[in-house]
């Protein structure tokens, strides 16, 4: 990992030096193996810089004899001095600079810059679900690497699918934000479940594409050349697997499976339904704060929670208990995500693991 980094801040070097020296084409090539080598260096204002002056007319290097220079017959003998070099620079960088604009670029390096799952859709923390929806049905057809190609955008697009996935589901938003902003962790380690649409965000196997496809196509792939929004998404973006059944019994088996997820969703809202009593984030209708014995405060929706649960009675402490065991879970799960990410380098302070020495000082 160190040995990769090093490697890159070399090839930075060597391609700010070629930049200086008015050598794109190499500038571009140590730019660019410097990226792949450490994704997280800030190059992309340099890539596009490189890219914009290949592109434009002040290009001051012809690419032959043969091309026009200022003083008519002094120049046509610089060429030689480079003849393979300046053949292929400016075709390559020339064709990719000018598939995006501007616009592209700031919503790209403005997703990237947000790290707050709020943040990055442009909502607020008492948002619905429904908004969650507005929100990702409009960024990610601007980021979506199929219609925007400027840098970065594959990495944006999977911050915008990923903040979409954990505030689209209930359960992921609460525990996000009992957690904090940084950086959400909830992992179900002893029982991995497969990957579904609203459920088993953070699992290892996260799939932006696949987030896309159930949102606007119900988790079937797109036909050859589906149109959306004036721009198409082709084959690629279809299922990655082998080749498929195409007979029309196996065909008819995929669109039950893809359909089942309706149909529970139809199931479920005619049966009986009950909202939790208690929330451990104060959020709409979750606005009356209660603390247990051990410190841990909590939000319920009515005024008469305490007729329904009177200090001492065994409902109200059972649910305390409940309260509180939820609240050591979630601490202790992102107490041990922040040892190990302090055990790499990532980060010097532990706030969760704070909390929890706290809180079993208290419960002690």
């Not at 790209?108 to 929100?135: F, H, N, P």
């Not at 159930?214 to 050349?225: R, S, Y």
Request: glycine residues 8%.
């Amino acid at each position: 990992m160190e040995g990769n980094k090093d490697d890159a801040l070399k090839c930075l070097r060597i391609g700010k030096q070629a930049m200086e020296a008015g050598d794109r084409s190499r500038a571009l090539k140590f730019i660019s193996k410097a990226r792949r080598l450490d994704p997280t260096l800030p190059v992309d204002d340099l890539l596009s810089e490189i890219e914009k002056e290949s592109n434009g007319p002040g290009d001051a290097q012809p690419q032959g004899s043969s091309g026009p220079t200022n003083n008519g017959t002094s120049e046509p003998s610089k060429p030689s001095d480079q003849p393979s070099v300046r053949h292929r620079g400016p075709s390559s960088s020339s064709a990719s600079s000018a598939s995006y604009t501007e616009e592209q670029i700031a919503i790209v390096r403005q997703i990237k810059k947000k790290k707050d799952y709020y943040d990055i859709l442009g909502v607020e923390k008492s948002c619905t679900v429904e908004d969650v929806r507005k929100a990702y049905r409009k960024l990610s057809l601007k980021v979506h690497p199929d219609k925007n190609k400027a840098p970065g955008a594959e990495e944006a697009f999977k911050a915008v699918s990923k903040a979409f996935q954990c505030l689209s589901n209930e359960e992921s938003k609460r525990k996000y934000d009992v957690s904090g902003s940084d950086e959400p962790v909830y992992e179900r380690r002893p029982a991995r479940r497969a990957h579904s649409f609203n459920g088993g965000y953070y699992e290892a196997d996260f799939d932006a594409e696949e987030v896309f496809r159930n949102f606007f196509f119900g988790g079937m792939a797109p036909t050859a050349a589906t149109q959306f929004n004036g721009f198409s998404f082709g084959q690629g973006m279809g299922h990655r697997g082998g080749g498929g059944d195409n007979g029309s019994g196996g065909f008819n088996l995929r669109m039950l499976i893809q359909l089942l997820p309706v149909l529970l969703i139809l199931l479920l809202s005619f049966l009986p339904s009950s909202d939790p009593i208690y929330a451990l984030t104060r959020s709409y209708p979750y606005e009356y704060r209660f603390t247990t014995q051990k410190g841990v405060n909590y939000y319920v929706k009515t005024t008469k929670f305490e007729q329904d649960y009177p200090q001492g009675s065994a409902q109200r402490v059972s649910l305390e208990g409940k309260v509180e065991r939820e609240y050591f879970t979630i601490l202790t799960q992102n107490c041990r995500l922040e040892i190990q990410r302090r055990q790499w380098g990532f980060i010097r302070e532990t706030p969760h693991c704070d909390m929890l020495e706290k809180f079993q000082s208290v419960a002690a």
